[in-house]
Every structure is written in structure tokens, then in C-alpha cells.
């Protein structure tokens, strides 16, 4: 088994993929900015579906034998 540290080398090195073409500098930023993007937008949707949401409570004047806290 390949040590972890090597698998890296192992990626970059030239002709270690047969049949992928080369990745412009560009297009790989562009490809990393999009996934930066996409994860925090991720995130945002999550944290905004997830918060309590506070809602009012309705009051009326009635006295309630059994729950003390509503009268």
C-alpha cells in the first residue's frame, strides 16, 4: 500500500492519469472558486432552515385550572 503522504506526489506527477488532459490554470481556479461558492451558499441554506424560529404567543384572559402558567 502506498503511504498517504506519496499519493499526492503520486497525482501530480505528468502521465500519472492516462487519458485526462491537462487542466488549465484558469479553469482550476474557476473550478475551485465554484466549490468554495457552492459550499457556503450550502451552509448558508442550512443554517437559516435550521434556526428556531420565535413565534408569538397568544395570550387570552382566561384563567386555566390545569396549567398554571396561563393564568
Request: cysteine-free; aromatic content about 14%.
Given at each position: 500500500m502506498i503511504p498517504p503522504g506519496n499519493i499526492l506526489l503520486l497525482l501530480l506527477l505528468p502521465g500519472s492519469c492516462s487519458g485526462c488532459g491537462p487542466l488549465s490554470l484558469p479553469l482550476l481556479a474557476g473550478l475551485v472558486a465554484t466549490d468554495a461558492v457552492v459550499s457556503l451558499l450550502i451552509v448558508v441554506v442550512v443554517f437559516v432552515c435550521a434556526r428556531p424560529r420565535s413565534r408569538p404567543t397568544q395570550e387570552?384572559?382566561?384563567?386555566?385550572?390545569?396549567m398554571p402558567s396561563r393564568g
Open positions: 387570552d384572559g382566561n384563567v386555566y385550572i390545569n
